[in-house]
């Protein structure tokens, strides 16, 4: 599978409580496991939509574990590199939804086995079948992964591949110097970058966008891909700027939303669209996603995409 999209990181199974509130101090109804981790939503979406996908990352011998190598690999993804640590548990994060819309969330990620995640053989093998690297910010915080994200970049670019980033940056951790280090090392070997909100300020250090974006730019970052929520995205390069309204839908759960429009920018890039193409359908899957309850199962394929597209307003066709 020449040219395949490649990312490193986390699996995890998300448990969601019911009913709104404030955290889980209280026994409370919950629903899941559902599958889920931003780097499994995202090559989940790239395997959905045909395009040869694989993921490099490890989950325990549990059924949380199973439940997620079944459901990427129903999506078409190759997770001959996930590794199955018998000693240690699939990562899982609990959350629940405040009244304000704000979530509180349990993880356990980097004590899972996603904290032992490692370029044995089999990702080796992986990573010399890529043309292009994807890193998405949840995954700095992992010890294991600081460890090995230079080299896997420096297999992929060596081969002439790009890589792209989804900052997913809280401002917590940015505090963290080991995050902000692991940050500006990946952000070195940025050429697609997809920030979303204030991550595009926090990463460039400038408040006004269109400085923040000229920096960047400058900085070598290829291309800019700025995920606006329910206002759609846009995309800055050394050419200009490319606006794309989003698609008007009832958001019934946001997580997820900023993997699937990654993954179906740079697919549909890879495939040759054009920059405003492209953003049309990674605004329809950021915005399909959040219409469906469960960080991974608003993914969806091109036809599904088609569909969405000509029945929902906002095309901005
Ligand atoms: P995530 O919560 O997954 O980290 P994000 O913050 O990275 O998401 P967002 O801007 O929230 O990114 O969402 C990504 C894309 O999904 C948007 O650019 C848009 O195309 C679509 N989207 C998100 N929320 C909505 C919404 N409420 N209505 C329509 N489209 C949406
Ligand atoms: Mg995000």
Redesign the pocket.
């Given at each position: 599978m020449a040219g395949a999209i490649v990312t490193i990181g986390e699996i995890l199974v998300e448990i969601m409580a019911v009913e709104k509130g404030n955290g889980f101090l209280a026994p409370q109804p919950l629903i899941g496991p559902f599958a889920s981790g931003?780097p499994a939503?995202f090559i989940d979406q790239v395997g959905r939509l045909g395009h040869p996908a694989a993921i490099v990352s490890a989950v325990g011998d549990d059924d949380f574990g199973r439940l997620n190598l079944a459901r990427l690999r129903e999506d078409g993804v190759d997770v001959s590199a996930v590794a199955i640590h018998p000693g240690a548990a699939t990562g899982s994060a609990f959350v629940r939804y405040r009244p304000d819309g704000a979530r509180d969330f349990v993880f356990n990620i980097r004590d899972s086995a996603s904290g032992r995640i490692d370029l044995d053989s089999e990702a080796l093998a992986v990573l010399a079948q890529a043309g292009h690297l994807h890193f998405t910010g949840s995954s700095l915080g992992i010890p294991a992964i600081l460890g090995i994200a230079e080299r896997a970049v420096d297999i992929v670019k060596s081969r002439g591949g790009t890589v792209s980033f989804?900052p997913?940056v809280r401002k917590e951790l940015l505090g963290d110097p080991g995050f902000r280090r692991a940050l500006e090392a990946v952000m070195a070997a940025t050429d697609i970058l997809?920030?979303?909100?204030d991550e595009l300020h926090l990463i460039a250090g400038v408040e006004d966008e269109a400085e923040a974006v000229r920096s960047l730019l400058a900085r070598g970052v290829a291309e800019i891909v700025l995920?606006?929520?329910?206002?759609?995205?846009s995309h800055f390069d050394r050419t200009g700027r490319t606006d794309a309204p989003?698609?008007?839908?009832e958001?019934i759960d946001?997580?997820?939303?900023?993997?699937?429009?990654?993954a179906t920018y740079l697919v549909c890039r890879r495939q040759g669209m054009p920059v405003a193409e492209a953003l049309r359908y990674?605004?329809?899957?950021?915005?399909r996603?959040?219409t469906v309850k469960g960080p991974m199962e608003g993914t969806s394929g091109f036809a599904v995409l088609d569909a969405f597209i000509a029945t929902t307003k906002?095309a901005g066709a």
């Open positions: 931003a939503i989804d997913n997809l920030p979303s909100g995920k606006r929520g329910a206002g759609g995205a989003g698609f008007v839908v958001e946001p997580t997820g939303a900023g993997d699937c429009f990654g990674a605004n329809a899957a950021g915005a996603t959040v906002g």
